[in-house]
C-alpha cells in the first residue's frame, strides 16, 4: 500500500532517535523524546493558495505536536500539513 497525501498535505517518516548522548549516556526506549527531524516520503499537490515548497527525500523540521501517526505495513508515518513544517535541513 502507499499513502497518497490529499492538498497541502506532506506524508513524513520521523529519523530514528539517538540511543546514547554526546556524552556516551545510553538511554532507555522510554526516556528518548521524540526527535522532530523526519524526512519527506509523500507530497500533496498543493492548493490554490498554498504552493508546495518541500519535496521527497528533503529532511526536515516539524512542529512538535503537529500531524497524524499513520502505521501502515508496520512501518509509522506522521502526515503533516505544510505549514507545520518549519525547516529544510540542507
Excluded: C, N, W
Excluded at 25 to 51: H, N, R
Amino acid at each position: 500500500m502507499k499513502l497518497v497525501p490529499l492538498g497541502d498535505r506532506v506524508v513524513l517518516k520521523q529519523v530514528e532517535a539517538e540511543e546514547t548522548t554526546k556524552s556516551g549516556i545510553v538511554l532507555p526506549g522510554t526516556a528518548k523524546e521524540k526527535p522532530q527531524q523526519a524526512e519527506v516520503v509523500a507530497v500533496g499537490p498543493g492548493t490554490d493558495e498554498v504552493k508546495m515548497e518541500v519535496a521527497v527525500g528533503d529532511a526536515v523540521i516539524y512542529s512538535k505536536y503537529a500531524g497524524t501517526e499513520v502505521k501502515l505495513d508496520d512501518e509509522e508515518f506522521i502526515v503533516v500539513k505544510q505549514g507545520d513544517i518549519l525547516a529544510i535541513v540542507k
